[in-house]
Each structure stands twice: as structure tokens, then as C-alpha cells.
């Protein structure tokens, strides 16, 4: 059974800093590139950060460019976004994503979500 467990979403003021975890099971999490998604009610999915599966690359959306990091652990299965000067923009549903081929198919693996909201 395919799992991605997130934790480390809550409460912060702005310019403050939070760090969110990925925890994957199931799969060959090491050769996944991983993304982290955020949506806000009634706004599109929007895609935040990605990582290749070994690290190599990463890929920002501008409106986090700077502020927040994309890293994984694969010996760990697990990745990670911190995210530093936060924004009430910041305010949404983070979702970690794995993408990959496993059994020969593309797969397509989504955590649960949680929740980030910034405000004073």
C-alpha cells in the first residue's frame, strides 16, 4: 500500500518559518521526482516546489522563489519543505506528490494534505 504522510503543517505569523515532511511508503521512493502542490479555497492547485529523484534539480514557483527549499532524504523516504518569511499568501493546503514509473506505468501518489495558514 502506496502512502504519503505529511506532518509539520499549524499557525504562524508572518515572517515566520515552518518546515513540512513528506513520509513515503510502498514504493521506490528514490527514483520519484517529488513536488509539493498548495491550494486555497476556491483557487486552482498551484505547483509550489519540485525535486528530481536524486536531488539534483529543483524548481520553484516565482511567488516562492528564495523564501522556500525543496530537499529530500531518500535513505529516509522522505522529503521535505521549509519554508522561511511567510506570507498570509502562503495561507493553503499543502500536498506532497510522486511521480514515477513503478510495474512499468507512470504513477501519480498524493499525501493527505495539510494545512498551513500564516496571519497575525
Known amino acids: 500500500q502506496v502512502q504519503l504522510v505529511e506532518s509539520g503543517g499549524g499557525l504562524v505569523q508572518p515572517g515566520g518559518s515552518l518546515r513540512l515532511s513528506c513520509a513515503a511508503s510502498?514504493?521506490?521512493?528514490?527514483?520519484?521526482?517529488v513536488n509539493w502542490y498548495r491550494q486555497a479555497p476556491g483557487k486552482e492547485r498551484e505547483l509550489v516546489a519540485a525535486i528530481t529523484s536524486a536531488g539534483g534539480t529543483t524548481n520553484y514557483a516565482d511567488s516562492v522563489e528564495g523564501r522556500f527549499t525543496i530537499s529530500r532524504d531518500n535513505a529516509k523516504s522522505t522529503a521535505y519543505l521549509q519554508m522561511n518569511s511567510l506570507k498570509p499568501e502562503d495561507t493553503a493546503i499543502y500536498y506532497c506528490?510522486?511521480?514515477?514509473?513503478?510495474?512499468?506505468?507512470?504513477?501519480?501518489?498524493w499525501g493527505q494534505g495539510t494545512q498551513v495558514t500564516v496571519s497575525s
Open positions: 510502498g514504493f521506490t521512493f528514490s527514483t520519484y521526482a
Open positions: 506528490n510522486a511521480r514515477g514509473v513503478t510495474w512499468g506505468l507512470r504513477r501519480d501518489y
